[in-house]
């Protein structure tokens, strides 16, 4: 048996839904070794006194578009140590970006699919090969995403009823869901509002990010999402944001009161939290915090993930459920299974907290101490 290199002594543990009481938890090179038990005997030069303070698994946002190390490097100084990148318009960008020694962990999708003419081709900068024809391309686009090793497809679902917008049919939906589940791969869905929910869930879509922002998601549709295993990533950040900058728009407000577009409020996407955790629909915690000049609005790198816990806690989750909305949920969903809980055999990201963060959850936005693959990195 190798030496722990590092012993943290007189911490609690979040064990995914409560924390445990004082332990101990070894660290050898990148890898936790040894949970529990008595701390060394021998005062190791790598003993750290947690003073009672809680450790939590390195935490992960599941909806970013990073570009360069600054953006990692302040994604790490908020305890982040995982990032789900959910489109880049260079995935030479995102492949240079993993696994960089002492920095967060890049998981990405690459190209997003879009519908042809629609704004992420025409306005947004990326490629022409981005929007999908029809069924045919869709196979097309997704072998293209498994030779630039996507960790995951990302689908724009657009609502057709949105004037100005070019929406992907159902049936290039449901084309691209199959395409990827046969290329092992899952699939996140662009949807902000109740149609675009709509076509994502009946598409198959794994994952659907964003909130509808016109109505609640309903308590069926969150059940019927729920029983197939599918998951919400509401980017509560970035819709609060957003919400605010659509409605202060004067052509927008002219087209609501002519009935033409659908009414863009925060609260329906923080309803859609409370109904999701009703439902039993699985909820992680994603920012979309980006610098892309064509965005509504620019989630912080890193400090804006503390703001969507907070927000989660608002719209009904507990501080618990919010922190394994953070690690152990989005570590299930997208099959980080190195990652997201603290056990022998995982990865060392850890956060050591002096408050307790299952209490009040803006104790989790001052870490005492970071580790990022067994390094300390604070
Ligand atoms: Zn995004």
């Known amino acids: 048996m190798t030496m722990a290199s590092t012993m943290i002594v007189n911490v609690r543990l979040f064990d995914g839904t409560a924390l445990t009481s004082s332990t101990t938890v070894g660290i050898s090179d990148e890898l936790i070794t040894t949970v529990g038990g008595p701390p060394p005997g021998n005062t190791l030069e790598g003993t750290v006194d947690g003073n009672g303070g809680v450790l939590l698994p390195g935490l ?12 990692l490097q302040a994604f790490l100084a908020h305890g982040i140590t995982t990032v789900l990148d959910m489109a880049n318009q260079k995935p030479e960008i995102t492949r240079s970006l993993r696994e960089l020694p002492g920095l967060p962990q ?72 199959q395409a990827s589940h046969s290329a092992g791969l899952l699939t996140v869905a662009h949807a902000v509002t109740s149609t675009a929910v709509g076509l994502a869930a009946e598409a198959g879509v794994d994952v659907i990010t964003h909130a509808p922002m016109n109505r609640s998601i309903t308590p069926g549709e969150a059940v019927a999402l ?42 329906n996407a923080r309803q859609s939290v409370a109904v999701a955790r009703a ?69 060392a990201d850890l956060l050591l907290i002096r408050g307790d963060p299952t209490a009040e959850i803006s104790a989790a936005r001052t870490p005492a101490g970071i580790w990022i693959g067994g390094q300390r990195v604070l």
């Not at 992960?60 to 953006?71: F, K, M, N, S």
């Not at 729920?226 to 919400?243: E, I």
């Open 60 to 71: 992960i946002d599941a909806h970013v578009h990073v570009d360069d190390e600054d953006q």
């Open 106 to 177: 890049v998981f990405g999708a690459g190209l997003p699919a879009s519908a042809p003419g629609g704004a992420h081709t025409t306005k947004m900068g990326f490629p022409l090969g981005s929007a999908v024809k029809d069924g045919a391309d869709a196979r097309r686009f997704v072998a293209a995403r498994v030779r630039d090793h996507a960790d995951f497809i990302k689908i724009i679902v657009e609502d057709p009823r949105m004037p100005g917008t070019k929406a992907l049919p159902a049936d290039t939906i449901a084309a691209l869901v």
């Open 226 to 267: 729920a029983a197939r295993g599918a998951a919400l990533v509401p980017t509560l950040t970035m819709l609060r944001g957003t919400a605010g900058i659509i409605n202060a728009r004067s052509m927008f407000r002219l087209l609501r009161r002519l009935n033409i577009a659908p009414p863009v409020h925060y609260e």
């Open 279 to 347: 439902a039993g629909l699985a909820v992680a915690a994603g920012t979309d915090s980006n610098s892309e000049v064509g965005a509504p609005w620019h989630p912080r790198f890193g400090s804006s993930l503390h703001d969507e816990l907070e927000l989660l806690v608002d719209a009904g989750l507990s501080p618990a459920e919010a922190i394994a909305a953070a690690t152990a949920t989005p570590a299930r969903i997208f099959g980080l299974t190195d990652r997201g809980a603290i056990a022998p055999g995982l990865r």
